[in-house]
């Protein structure tokens, strides 16, 4: 079983599977997450980010206070935002599954994927994180255009090596 989302939908396949793993429930063998929000506050914009997030590409992305307030909106109040159940991002990702991340390039929400790539990987985590070059927030919804393919290519590649792997550990 693998389990995944989108945007608000990564969060929640990411959050929901902190939670299988502190009931002791059993988790999904892998997680895909396209461009999610993993924390209640946007971490900072990598140079990178904020390059790639300037000028007319900055015009349609989101603020760190619109960030906040959607956060808000999702969690149902400030407290519930600290939780891992809620937030996953700064929490112990600790025998999480492996994962598949995918980011937008310009997209400014790429900081708290990139941010979440790297706690997942500090615990231990096999994590691939790929960005796909030149795309913005919610291109799988573009099914037409260059960086849906690249994306969902990501995604088939990525299934192909873990059937294989799960074949190997079979045999």
């Given at each position: 079983?693998?389990?995944?989302?989108?945007?608000?939908?990564?969060?929640?396949?990411?959050?929901?599977?902190?939670?299988?793993?502190?009931?002791?429930?059993?988790?999904?063998?892998?997680?895909?997450?396209?461009?999610?929000?993993?924390?209640?506050?946007?971490?900072?914009?990598?140079?990178?980010?904020r390059?790639?997030?300037r000028?007319?590409?900055?015009?349609?992305?989101?603020?760190?206070?619109?960030?906040?307030?959607?956060?808000?909106?999702y969690?149902?109040?400030?407290?519930?935002?600290?939780?891992?159940?809620?937030?996953?991002?700064?929490?112990?990702l600790?025998?999480?599954?492996?994962?598949?991340?995918?980011d937008?390039?310009?997209?400014?929400?790429?900081?708290?994927?990139?941010?979440?790539?790297?706690?997942?990987?500090?615990?231990?985590v096999?994590?691939?994180?790929?960005?796909?070059?030149?795309?913005?927030?919610?291109?799988?919804?573009?099914?037409?255009?260059?960086?849906?393919?690249v994306?969902?290519?990501?995604?088939?590649?990525?299934?192909?090596?873990?059937?294989?792997?799960?074949?190997?550990?079979?045999q």
């Open positions: 079983m693998l389990l995944g989302g989108a945007s608000a939908g990564a969060c929640l396949s990411a959050a929901a599977t902190v939670r299988l793993r502190d009931e002791g429930s059993k988790q999904p063998h892998g997680l895909i997450l396209a461009y999610g929000t993993f924390h209640a506050a946007l971490p900072p914009l990598s140079p990178i980010v390059r790639r997030t000028g007319l590409h900055g015009i349609v992305q989101f603020r760190p206070e619109t960030v906040r307030r959607m956060n808000l909106n969690a149902g109040s400030t407290e519930a935002m600290e939780e891992s159940h809620a937030f996953p991002g700064s929490h112990d600790t025998g999480l599954p492996s994962t598949l991340l995918i937008a390039d310009r997209d400014i929400l790429r900081a708290s994927g990139e941010t979440f790539a790297t706690e997942l990987s500090t615990a231990g096999e994590v691939i994180h790929n960005v796909i070059s030149d795309s913005a927030h919610g291109f799988l919804d573009r099914p037409h255009s260059p960086s849906f393919r994306g969902i290519t990501a995604v088939t590649n990525w299934l192909h090596e873990r059937s294989a792997t799960t074949a190997e550990t079979v």
